[in-house]
């Protein structure tokens, strides 16, 4: 049973918004940090945005920030509201969790041991 699935990816023009998420197969607080990926298209996989579970903090990459917002909503849903979309947002998003607290900066993917299988997000000029 996978433990992560995104939702919600699609094709926009620019300044356009799509809300993605990120159902869980139990309370996000069984996380210790859960946040979002993406791949751009022939680039490495970056960190965009993620949530430290049990103080409520959140973080964001500066290509994001003030346009991109995560949150969760539920139990076991996590959020990616994107808003003001560029063409250089385009990119597979996936989702990702540390179950094992190893440590790392959350922008980079050792911390994380589980992963969703992505969603495309595409943004046109």
């Known amino acids: 049973q996978a433990q992560l699935v995104e939702s919600g990816g699609g094709s926009v023009q620019s300044g356009g918004s799509l809300r993605l998420s990120c159902t869980a197969s139990k309370d996000i607080t069984n996380y210790y940090l859960i946040g979002w990926f993406r791949q751009p298209p022939g680039k490495q996989r970056e960190g965009v945005a993620a949530l430290y579970t049990a103080i409520g903090a959140t973080h964001y990459a500066d290509s994001v920030r003030g346009r991109f917002n995560i949150s969760q909503d539920n139990a076991n849903t996590l959020y990616l509201q994107m808003t003001d979309l560029i063409p250089e947002d385009t990119g597979v998003y996936y989702c990702?969790?540390?179950?094992?607290?190893?440590?790392?900066?959350?922008?980079?993917?050792?911390?994380?041991?589980?992963w969703g299988q992505g969603t495309q997000v595409t943004v046109s000029s």
């Open positions: 990702a969790a540390d179950s094992r607290s190893y440590g790392g900066a959350w922008y980079s993917e050792r911390p994380y041991n589980y």
